[in-house]
């Protein structure tokens, strides 16, 4: 069974850094896009940076300059280091992975059951 496992959450100041971190474990095959996903309290769950397994990157304009997403692909996890934290920042944190099992011919996509991020201004 495929798990992913977020950690890193907290209550941090406006201005402030949080590093989360997703590991994903199971019988894994391979890893191809990973990701990063909120969702604030009213509102859709939204992308905020995603890293294929050759590194490609993509952030959503919101956090641009001030996030960093990585990936290690032996350990199977993925970090976001948030810089500058703002209060709209606020929200539950999903890690989100396309990855393919050893018992199944396609990739399909996990979620993490998430991680609280709060910002206070």
């Known amino acids: 069974q495929v798990q992913l496992v977020e950690s890193g959450g907290g209550l941090v100041q406006a201005g402030g850094c949080l590093r989360l971190?997703?590991?994903?474990?199971?019988?894994?095959?391979?890893?191809?896009?990973m990701g990063w996903y909120r969702q604030a309290p009213g509102k859709q769950r939204e992308v905020v940076a995603t890293i294929t397994s050759g590194g490609r990157i993509n952030y959503v304009d919101s956090v641009k300059g001030r996030f960093t997403i990585s990936r290690d692909n032996a350990k199977n996890t993925v970090f976001l280091q948030m810089n500058n934290l703002k209060p709209e920042d606020t929200a539950v944190y999903y890690c989100?992975?396309?990855?393919?099992?050893?018992?199944?011919?396609?990739?399909?996509?996990?979620w993490g059951e998430g991680t609280q991020v709060t910002v206070s201004s």
């Open positions: 989100n992975a396309e990855l393919r099992q050893w018992s199944s011919l396609y990739s399909r996509t996990y």
């Open positions: 971190s997703c590991a994903a474990s199971g019988r894994i095959i391979s890893i191809n896009d």
